[in-house]
């Protein structure tokens, strides 16, 4: 395989989340737990992207050890989801900002390196990574909220992870 796979992954991840994002929004009186099916597949596919990733461009920027990191909690909290489906429903606000958390903070960390190497545009990401740890401490400290503003909100965040996964895709279009 070669870089381009991963590339593709990025794409097909980020228009997952991104689409996964809009049902949550367009859905709101949808069950909690069809909403983590649609969250777990979102994130199981970012998870495996960024696993993917890591090992085709481990010799650039991209690739640093918290993607890897990010990456493999991304897998393991989508298996979560999947596996544990009934209990899940009442805890996702929970997991949800937990996870956006980590992956936030690996895409903050990530700007730096970005900055490093004299990427022009990686005040982007660390300006995503700020926004994102914001929203799950937002979504953290508020799990008491409707199901419309849990389902707007999951609908937001994941919205907002698949836009930094399609910019993390485009970034690395040329590269």
Request: glycine residues 6%; proline residues 2%; charged residues 5%.
């Amino acid at each position: 395989m070669n870089r381009k796979w991963s590339q593709v992954l990025w794409l097909l991840s980020a228009i997952l989340l991104i689409g996964a994002g809009v049902i949550c929004i367009m859905n709101p009186m949808t069950a909690l737990s069809s909403i983590a099916w649609i969250i777990a597949i979102a994130i199981l596919f970012e998870g495996f992207s960024d696993i993917v990733g890591y090992f085709f461009f481990r010799d650039t920027f991209f690739s640093n050890a918290w993607m890897l990191i990010d990456g493999i909690l991304s897998v393991i909290m989508a298996c979560f989801l999947i596996g544990y489906n009934d209990i899940t429903a009442a805890f996702i606000p929970y997991i949800f900002s937990g996870w956006l958390l980590v992956t936030s903070l690996a895409k903050f960390i990530n700007s730096f390196q970005m900055r490093r190497f004299n990427f022009a545009s990686w005040n982007w990401m660390c300006a995503l990574g700020i926004v994102g740890i914001a929203f799950s401490i937002f979504a953290f400290f508020n799990p008491s909220l409707a199901i419309l503003t849990i389902s707007v909100l999951l609908g937001a965040l994941l919205i907002f992870q698949g836009l930094v996964t399609l910019i993390r895709w485009y970034l690395c279009l040329n590269f």
